[in-house]
């Protein structure tokens, strides 16, 4: 819940009262009100006006930067993947892998009674 004075934006226009979609303005009152449908006040200061707009409708600057960051980096990911032919991170980027899978030996594969002895061995001696 955005706290008064938050810096948000205007992402929709659920119930059609000509709000200016993609214009940012301050919280400045929350609508106590439990008989309508607005929940806050919000300042648009190139429309000089105030606005009565639900929660869906308004979105928190911060996270439109954060998400839009990630939509950057992901599209530079896919770019520099395709440049140098790189087929695993492509498919990972695609299908929204964020880990590498774990390729050592720790694997869950069950080893034998030597082989367990000779990795701890090595282990041991490095």
Do not use: C
């Not at 869950?108 to 282990?123: A, G, Y």
């Amino acid at each position: 819940m955005p706290k008064l004075g938050d810096k948000v934006v205007i992402v929709a226009d659920h119930l059609e009262q000509n709000l200016p979609i993609g214009e940012y303005g301050y919280i400045i009152a929350y609508d106590r009100n439990a008989d309508n449908v607005f929940d806050y006040v919000v300042r648009i200061p190139k429309a000089n006006r105030n606005f009565l707009v639900p929660e869906e409708d308004v979105e928190l600057e911060e996270i439109l930067l954060q998400m839009e960051a990630e939509r950057v980096e992901r599209e530079a990911l896919i770019d520099y993947a395709l440049a140098t032919h790189n087929e695993e991170l492509f498919f990972r980027i695609m299908k929204g892998e964020d880990e590498v899978p774990d390729t050592d030996s720790t694997s869950k594969e069950p080893t034998s009674r030597e082989d367990f002895i000779r990795q701890v061995n090595l282990k041991a001696w490095i």
